[in-house]
T-cell receptor, first 112, second 112 residues
């Protein structure tokens, strides 16, 4: 069990550029979540996958954000036309049948 | 809309002290409550998950309680150590996706 991994760990980009993050969940976990955390706040839910199906999306997930999980394994989160307000830690979590979610180390995005 | 509040926002104690962190939530229709630890710039480490049918859960020096009817949970840390210094987050597990709704956390500093 290697845990949830995320890549890259840090990303610095200029406003208006597109960025893509990757999450690899724990291998047997079929449920995957994305959260966003800004400084001094708790994480906020963005979206949820069960296998390859995206079943829930928060209203925080604007149309500049898109998430995929093409084969029910790893997932990607893309942000198009980044804005300074997108600067945050993007966290991925996975779980199997129980309710306990396990988090990755996060990707810290800085938009200049 | 669920709101999760954690009090205090920050706490500083001398090593060896027992302490209690508080978490309250507005909607008692939750599945479970999960406590996490977050070190600066890192992802979240799951500490304890309390099922809605349980009243408490223990792991080592940690004990978490849940009172759904009053919308409260507490995390008790016995014999605190400097290595316990971190931000502690509670999260309500809710919704069809079993997504987490987080509080803003309590930043704990244990002084040697």
């Amino acid at each position: 069990d290697t845990g949830v991994s995320q890549d890259p760990r840090h990303k610095i980009t200029k406003r208006g550029q597109n960025v893509t993050f990757r999450c690899d969940p724990i291998s047997e976990h079929n449920r995957l979540y994305w959260y966003r955390q800004t400084l001094g706040q708790g994480p906020e839910f963005l979206t949820y996958f069960q296998n390859e199906a995206q079943l829930e999306k928060s209203r925080l997930l604007s149309d500049r954000f898109s998430a995929e999980r093409p084969k029910g394994s790893f997932s990607t989160l893309e942000i198009q036309r980044t804005e300074q307000g997108d600067s945050a830690m993007y966290l991925c979590a996975s779980r199997q049948g129980g309710n306990e979610q396990f988090f990755g180390p996060g990707t810290r995005l800085t938009v200049l | 809309k669920q709101e999760v509040t954690q009090i205090p926002a920050a706490l500083s104690v001398p090593e060896g002290e027992n302490l209690v962190l508080n978490c309250s939530f507005t909607d008692s229709a939750i599945y479970n409550l999960q406590w996490f630890r977050q070190d600066p710039g890192k992802g979240l480490t799951s500490l304890l998950l309390i099922q809605s049918s349980q009243r408490e859960q223990t792991s080592g020096r940690l004990n978490a309680s849940l009172d759904k009817s009053s919308g409260r949970s507490t995390l008790y840390i016995a014999a605190s150590q400097p290595g316990d210094s971190a931000t502690y987050l509670c999260a309500a597990v809710e919704g069809s996706a079993r997504q987490l709704t987080f509080g803003s956390g309590t930043q704990l500093t244990v002084l040697p």
